[in-house]
């Protein structure tokens, strides 16, 4: 028997409202989103948005090691390779990734971010354990956003040769001054205070207090107003959040100053070579400089230009900006190469196309923001 990647349930409260909950079933992946996964998400979110019983949704994980550990970007790879037929060299052709999983994929999984972003009715995403990129996309538009002492947190698609998506180009545009571009160009982990100085999340809890949090969502008196519900489901999680033990501390606090001077810089290299070239003792910083050179030199011309030109950018225009480049690094080799390298052959040896990002091509850095018709 097949198992069900999402599984949808509606639970009655004291009086009467229900709590739908969306829980992200494949553990073995760390709940990972596949493109079934999106589309059932999409169908059940829109139902309950519509449902004038449903008071809140709530967003979880299966498992105790994550929430959502990122897209199935390795069903990506393998239908790229099937067009390729082995060729390894070139780009698809416009025609060749219209036709591909690519753009169905990521359309969707932007339709159900931007979902997520515009409901009107509170969504809570309960952000324990892993949440990684596409995981990150799927949180960052809950109106309640909760992470725990367990919390791990990354935009890694640098290692990929991709760029941070899902909302990114809107979102790390709203932290901290160089934050985001900083996390994007290192794909650095961080944890759960993290989450919560740079506002990818509203509370921080202890793990320990996911089931009293549930049993407390079936006490409120839940209302017909969307508003009052928001405030209802405010008060509850700010009432956990006081009950819990302190924290581990901020690395990105800790580092805001070092973050804002190494990023100041006007251009990629320059970015780059501060990057690399710090000074410090801190094992957190020497992480980043470490993952920072493992990544792909295309990429990071990739994300500081995309985080560039969506500085002003609504929401809404980031989105349709990231699924044009989206597509065009599914046309390109570098990151079908990176997916190979660090998911399915696992070597963690990527051929990246250039040695360094001195040497990147600013004109092939052009080609991929260069508009594909057929999506304009």
């Given at each position: 028997?097949?198992?069900?990647h999402?599984?949808?349930?509606?639970?009655?409260?004291?009086?009467?409202?229900?709590i739908?909950i969306?829980q992200?079933?494949?553990?073995?992946?760390?709940?990972?989103l596949?493109?079934?996964?999106?589309?059932l998400?999409?169908?059940?979110?829109?139902?309950?948005?519509?449902?004038n019983?449903?008071?809140?949704i709530?967003?979880?994980?299966?498992?105790?090691?994550?929430?959502c550990a990122?897209?199935?970007?390795?069903s990506i790879?393998?239908?790229?390779?099937d067009?390729r037929?082995?060729?390894?060299?070139g780009?698809?052709s416009?025609?060749?990734v219209e036709n591909s999983?690519?753009?169905e994929?990521f359309?969707?999984?932007?339709?159900?971010?931007?979902?997520?972003h515009?409901?009107?009715?509170?969504?809570?995403?309960w952000?324990?354990?892993?949440v990684m990129?596409?995981?990150i996309?799927?949180?960052?538009?809950?109106?309640?956003?909760?992470?725990?002492?367990?919390t791990?947190?990354a935009?890694?698609e640098?290692?990929?040769g991709?760029?941070?998506d899902?909302g990114?180009s809107?979102?790390?545009?709203?932290?901290?001054?160089?934050?985001?571009l900083?996390?994007g160009?290192?794909?650095?982990?961080f944890n759960g205070?993290?989450?919560?100085?740079i506002k990818?999340a509203?509370?921080?809890?202890?793990t320990t207090f996911?089931l009293?949090?549930?049993?407390a969502?079936?006490?409120?008196?839940?209302?017909?107003?969307?508003?009052e519900?928001?405030?209802?489901l405010?008060?509850v999680?700010?009432?956990?959040?006081?009950s819990?033990?302190e924290?581990?501390p901020?690395?990105i606090?800790e580092?805001l100053a070092?973050?804002?001077?190494?990023?100041?810089?006007?251009d990629?290299?320059d970015v780059?070579?501060a990057?690399?070239s710090?000074?410090?003792?801190?094992?957190?910083?020497k992480?980043?400089?470490?993952?920072i050179?493992?990544?792909?030199p295309?990429?990071?011309?990739l994300?500081?230009?995309?985080?560039?030109?969506?500085e002003?950018?609504?929401?809404h225009k980031?989105?349709?900006?990231?699924l044009n480049?989206?597509?065009?690094c599914?046309q390109?080799?570098?990151?079908?190469?990176?997916?190979?390298?660090?998911l399915?052959?696992k070597?963690?040896?990527?051929?990246?196309?250039?040695?360094?990002?001195k040497?990147?091509?600013?004109?092939?850095?052009?080609?991929?923001?260069s508009?594909?018709?057929s999506?304009n």
């Amino acid at each position: 028997m097949q198992q069900t990647h999402v599984l949808f349930s509606e639970e009655k409260t004291a009086n009467g409202k229900k709590i739908g909950i969306a829980q992200l079933n494949s553990p073995k992946s760390l709940n990972a989103l596949n493109l079934s996964m999106i589309n059932l998400l999409i169908a059940q979110i829109e139902h309950w948005q519509r449902a004038n019983d449903i008071a809140l949704i709530l967003l979880i994980g299966s498992g105790d090691k994550a929430f959502c550990a990122g897209g199935d970007v390795v069903s990506i790879y393998h239908d790229i390779t099937d067009y390729r037929k082995g060729k390894l060299e070139g780009r698809l052709s416009d025609h060749e990734v219209e036709n591909s999983l690519g753009v169905e994929f990521f359309t969707k999984e932007y339709q159900l971010d931007l979902l997520i972003h515009q409901s009107e009715k509170p969504i809570f995403a309960w952000a324990d354990g892993y949440v990684m990129g596409g995981g990150i996309g799927l949180m960052a538009g809950a109106s309640h956003k909760v992470v725990t002492d367990k919390t791990l947190m990354a935009m890694p698609e640098v290692t990929i040769g991709l760029y941070p998506d899902v909302g990114a180009s809107w979102f790390l545009n709203q932290m901290p001054k160089g934050v985001g571009l900083f996390l994007g160009l290192t794909g650095m982990t961080f944890n759960g205070a993290d989450a919560k100085f740079i506002k990818l999340a509203d509370y921080q809890v202890n793990t320990t207090f996911k089931l009293p949090i549930l049993k407390a969502l079936m006490a409120v008196d839940w209302q017909e107003s969307n508003d009052e519900n928001h405030h209802l489901l405010s008060q509850v999680l700010y009432n956990f959040e006081r009950s819990s033990v302190e924290q581990s501390p901020s690395n990105i606090l800790e580092h805001l100053a070092v973050i804002e001077r190494v990023t100041s810089a006007k251009d990629i290299a320059d970015v780059y070579q501060a990057i690399v070239s710090e000074n410090t003792s801190s094992t957190w910083f020497k992480k980043s400089q470490e993952k920072i050179t493992h990544g792909s030199p295309l990429s990071l011309h990739l994300i500081y230009r995309q985080l560039k030109q969506c500085e002003q950018l609504s929401l809404h225009k980031c989105f349709k900006s990231e699924l044009n480049l989206s597509l065009r690094c599914c046309q390109h080799t570098e990151f079908s190469e990176g997916v190979r390298a660090l998911l399915v052959d696992k070597d963690k040896q990527p051929k990246w196309k250039y040695p360094d990002v001195k040497n990147v091509d600013k004109k092939e850095v052009d080609w991929f923001f260069s508009a594909i018709d057929s999506l304009n």
